[in-house]
């Protein structure tokens, strides 16, 4: 796979449920062809923005086959494949059908058992000589507990050049990407996992972003990334991004996909508010200032 295909900026992809909670595969179907017609570089699918905790293995099996028959190749698919079992996250690899299919899979950060750094290293070494495709790291800290430092990062990437291609960084902390970008071997992809840190972290040197307010303006936000990775063209970028500011808050105060859910329904009414316990839609605070804010 040519890693440039998963520069510039994907979309975390939601998951639409109809009023009973089963999935909306006819507005997922809408969903998809919006996103790729609308120039979306690429898709990630069952991410943490699909509510993928609440999904079973048999949901999760049917979306990755009906993503990919969806999208029929027109952009590159990433796939969602992590957790804090790496026994069971070899398995997964395993078991997942057509996964040839896919570009890469994003890989989160254990979870809840909080290892140490060379607890994390080996983890992803174990998913990396298991998966048959591309791994891009995913450090959360916010939602792991733990943060995956630099020399992890730099340690893996060296080790795995050919499989560990990139990292999701969520870390909201700049210096942390700035030293990725700095000390990273050639190739290796440093994507944004924050809307309003991608056309910062991009002037660092960063390579995109996986953007969750992507679902609702793919054609606006792809167009304020590319324009980011564009030398001559930086500053142009500027009010653009700025003209999403209210935006990128506004999404995460409810807790995310709340705020993406609410935003997708005012903007394409066929899209239910639904999500899936423990989490709950979009005050209704939050859903009007969310219709004041819309492009």
Request: glycine share 8%; hydrophobic share 40%; aromatic share 6%.
């Amino acid at each position: 796979m040519e890693i440039n295909r998963l520069r510039g900026m994907g979309v975390a992809l939601t998951t639409p449920f109809l009023p009973d909670e089963s999935i909306d595969f006819d507005t997922l179907d809408f969903h998809i062809d919006y996103l790729v017609e609308s120039g979306a570089d690429y898709i990630v699918a069952l991410g943490t923005t699909a509510e993928t905790p609440t999904l079973t293995r048999e949901e999760k099996k049917k979306l990755e086959k009906h993503i990919l028959d969806r999208v029929a190749g027109r952009i590159p698919v990433v796939v969602g494949i992590g957790g804090n079992n790496t026994r069971a996250i070899a398995e997964e690899l395993r078991d997942t059908e057509r996964i040839g299919e896919f570009a890469a899979i994003l890989s989160v950060v254990p979870y809840y058992n909080k290892p140490t750094q060379e607890g994390m290293y080996r983890h992803f070494s174990a998913i990396a000589e298991a998966s048959p495709i591309p791994v891009i790291l995913y450090n959360i800290p916010g939602r792991s507990g733990v943060n995956m430092e630099v020399d992890t990062i730099i340690r893996l990437a060296r080790q795995y050049p050919d499989k560990i291609i990139g990292v999701k960084e969520a870390s909201g902390n700049m210096d942390q990407a700035a030293l990725i970008i700095t000390r990273r071997p050639k190739g290796f992809l440093v994507l944004s996992g924050d809307d309003s840190l991608a056309h910062t972290m991009i002037a660092k040197g960063g390579d995109g972003v996986i953007s969750v307010l992507g679902n609702a303006y793919p054609r606006e936000f792809t167009e304020m990334i590319h324009l980011s990775l564009d030398p001559e063209r930086h500053d142009e970028a500027t009010p653009l991004h700025q003209r999403f500011s209210a935006l990128y808050s506004l999404l995460f105060k409810d807790g995310n996909p709340a705020g993406i859910k609410c935003l997708l329904h005012h903007i394409f009414p066929r899209y239910n508010e639904v999500l899936r316990l423990p989490l709950v839609p979009a005050t209704d605070i939050t859903r009007t200032h969310l219709g004041q804010e819309l492009l």
